[in-house]
């Protein structure tokens, strides 16, 4: 069973930094490429990023490129979302999910942790 694990959520001022971290397996993410999805109230869950396992090669939504860094860290096996200069629109309950060819879409996704919220405002 896969098991994805969020956490560093938080409630943050505009124009602040925060650090999401998704935690799993070795053999999870030495397989999955791993997404973050964010879904805001009455809207539907979107793409934010996405590390390749294959390449390393990483995947942003031009609402936050240039602001959002996606990374991997193989000693703690995590992964890991530095959000920075963050907007009030930026609030939304965000997800990590395995997305094997990085597509970036809901149905390319295998797995879905349980989400963490990130409030935006002053």
């Not at 879904?39 to 294959?54: D, F, L, N, T, Y």
């Not at 009030?88 to 349980?114: K, L, R």
Request: charged letters at 20%; aromatic letters at 10%; a neutral charge.
């Amino acid at each position: 069973q896969v098991q994805l694990v969020e956490s560093g959520g938080g409630l943050v001022q505009p124009g602040g930094s925060l650090r999401l971290s998704c935690a799993a397996a070795r053999s999870t993410l030495d397989y999955y490429g791993i997404a973050w999805f964010r879904q805001a109230p009455g809207k539907e869950r979107e793409g934010v990023s996405c590390i390749s396992s294959h390449d390393g090669k990483t995947h942003y939504a031009d609402s936050v490129k240039d602001r959002f860094t996606i990374s991997r860290d193989k000693a703690n096996n995590s992964v890991y979302l530095q959000m920075s200069r963050l907007k009030p629109e930026d609030t939304a309950v965000y997800y990590c999910a395995t997305d094997y060819y990085c597509s970036v879409v809901v149905s390319g996704i295998n797995y879905w942790g349980q989400g963490t919220q990130v409030t935006v405002s002053s």
